[in-house]
C-alpha cells in the first residue's frame, strides 16, 4: 500500500517534536505509518503497531546491519565482503555458514533496529511529518516485526538527543516549582534506565524535591537530570494526581526491555560481487527473502569451530554502550547463552478514532505530562 492519498494528520517538527509524536502514538496505541521527510528530501518510513514501532526503513540505508558488525568487530572485512557476494539476507547467509548463530544475529539486528530509531529523535526541528492511520506500507519489506519496549526507546533517543526536542525547556518550565513524585505504575527497566538514572529516581523518591533542587543536588550532570525529568513528565511518570501513565497496565507482566527475546528485520544483500577485502556495507534493500546459493568461499576458522555465542544476555543496546568488549568476551569463552524470553503485552488493539483531530497534529489531547499552571497537565495537542 502506497501514501498517496491525505494524511489522517500532518505537521513539522518545530511545533510537533519526534518524542511527543511517540509518546501520542504510544498512549493512544496507533496503527498505521508515520513518514518524515527532512529538508533535504531524506524521508523515513515508520510502521506502528498498537502503538509501538516495529519496523523502520531509512531512505539512505543507515546503521546497515554489515556496517554494526564490522564496527563491533564481529566479523572480518573479507568475511563481509563474502557474504555481500553471496544473494540472500546477510544474517541468513552467515547463519548457514556457521559464522554467527541465531541469537546473536537477532540481538545484532535488534541494534540496527534501535539505532535507526534513535536516529529519529536528531532530526531538524524543520522535518514534515504524515501520519496515514491504518495504513501498512512496509508490509513487503524488511524481517519480522521488532518487538521492543517504546519507552525504552523513547529514552534512549531522548538521552542521546533530547535537547533536539522544541518543548524541552518549556515543559520543564511549567513544572520546575513542583515537587517531583514518581508515579507508583513506574518501573524503571522498561525505560532501561542505567546506574546514574537510577540514582536520579533515588533521590526524587527519597526527598521530592522540585527540578532546581535536583540539579542542585549534583546526582548526575545537569542534562541528563533534565532529559530524564522530561522524558518521566510526558509519559506521565510524575504524579501530578492526574492521568494513567503512558504503557501502565493495572497488572503489568511486562519484563524490562533488555530481557526481551526478539526477531526483526535483516538487511538484504546486493545480489552483486564485491572484490575480496572490500568491505562494501550491505544496502537497504527491500527484505525480500531469496534463496542463498552455494558457493565456494575462504573461511577464517575451521568448520569444526564453534560459532560466536549470543550477547543478549550481557548487554542491552538500548544503553548505548559499544558491543566490542562484550562480544570479545562472548568469542574467547565460546559459552552458550540462551536467549532470554519473549516479550508482548498481549493486549487487544484500540482502535483510534480520527473524528475531530488537528490536522497539525495529532489530536487534541495533551501531551502526557505538560503541566499547566501550577504544574498540572494541561489539554494541549502532543
Not at 46 to 67: F, M, W
Not at 276 to 283: I, K, L, T
Amino acid at each position: 500500500m502506497s501514501a498517496d492519498g491525505p494524511a489522517t494528520a500532518e505537521g513539522d517538527l518545530e511545533r510537533t517534536p519526534f518524542a511527543h509524536l511517540f509518546v501520542y502514538a504510544v498512549d493512544h496505541r496507533l496503527t498505521g505509518a508515520l513518514i518524515l521527510v527532512e529538508p533535504t528530501g531524506a524521508e523515513h518510513t515508520l510502521r506502528i503497531v498498537r502503538g509501538s514501532p516495529v519496523k523502520i526503513r531509512p531512505s539512505d540505508g543507515y546503521a546497515r546491519l554489515g556496517e554494526i558488525l564490522l564496527e563491533e568487530g564481529v566479523i572480518s572485512a573479507d568475511i563481509l565482503s563474502d557474504a555481500l557476494a553471496t544473494r540472500g539476507l546477510l544474517g541468513d547467509v552467515l547463519l548457514l555458514t556457521g559464522l554467527l548463530d541465531a541469537p546473536t544475529i537477532d540481538w545484532l539486528a535488534q541494534v540496527q533496529f534501535v539505532r535507526r530509531m534513535v536516529r529519529l529523535f536528531d532530526l531538524p526541528p524543520e522535518t514534515k511529518y504524515r501520519y496515514f492511520d491504518g495504513l501498512d506500507v512496509l508490509a513487503d519489506w524488511g524481517g519480522d516485526p521488532a518487538k521492543v519496549d517504546p519507552l525504552g526507546l523513547l529514552w534512549a533517543g531522548l538521552r542521546d538527543h533530547g535537547e533536539r526536542s522544541t518543548r524541552l525547556h518549556r515543559t520543564l518550565e511549567r513544572i520546575e516549582s513542583v515537587p517531583l513524585r514518581l508515579h507508583p505504575a513506574l518501573e524503571p527497566g522498561r525505560f532501561g534506565f542505567g546506574e546514574g538514572e537510577r540514582a536520579v529516581l533515588d533521590v526524587v523518591q527519597s526527598s521530592a524535591p522540585s527540578l532546581p533542587a535536583l540539579i542542585r543536588s549534583g546526582v548526575a550532570p545537569e542534562s541528563t537530570v533534565r532529559k530524564l525529568i522530561y522524558a518521566l513528565a510526558i509519559t506521565r511518570y510524575l504524579d501530578f494526581g492526574k492521568g494513567i501513565p503512558v504503557g501502565a497496565e493495572p497488572s503489568s507482566s511486562v519484563p524490562p526491555a533488555s530481557a526481551a527475546s526478539l526477531s526483526l528485520g535483516r538487511m538484504q544483500l546486493r545480489p552483486t560481487v564485491h572484490r575480496v577485502g572490500a568491505a562494501a556495507p550491505d544496502p537497504a534493500g527491500d527484505g525480500e527473502r531469496a534463496p542463498v546459493l552455494g558457493r565456494g568461499r575462504r573461511r577464517d576458522r575451521m568448520s569444526s569451530e564453534p560459532s560466536p555465542v549470543s550477547t543478549v544476555a550481557g548487554t542491552s543496546p538500548l544503553s548505548g554502550g559499544s558491543l566490542s568488549a562484550a562480544v570479545a568476551a562472548e568469542l574467547a569463552s565460546a559459552a552458550g547463552i540462551a536467549s532470554a524470553a519473549g516479550m508482548d503485552s498481549g493486549r487487544p488493539p484500540r482502535e483510534p478514532s480520527g473524528a475531530g483531530r488537528d490536522r497539525d497534529a495529532w489530536g487534541s489531547s495533551a501531551p502526557p505530562g505538560e503541566g499547566g499552571p501550577g504544574g498540572s497537565p494541561a489539554t494541549e495537542d502532543p
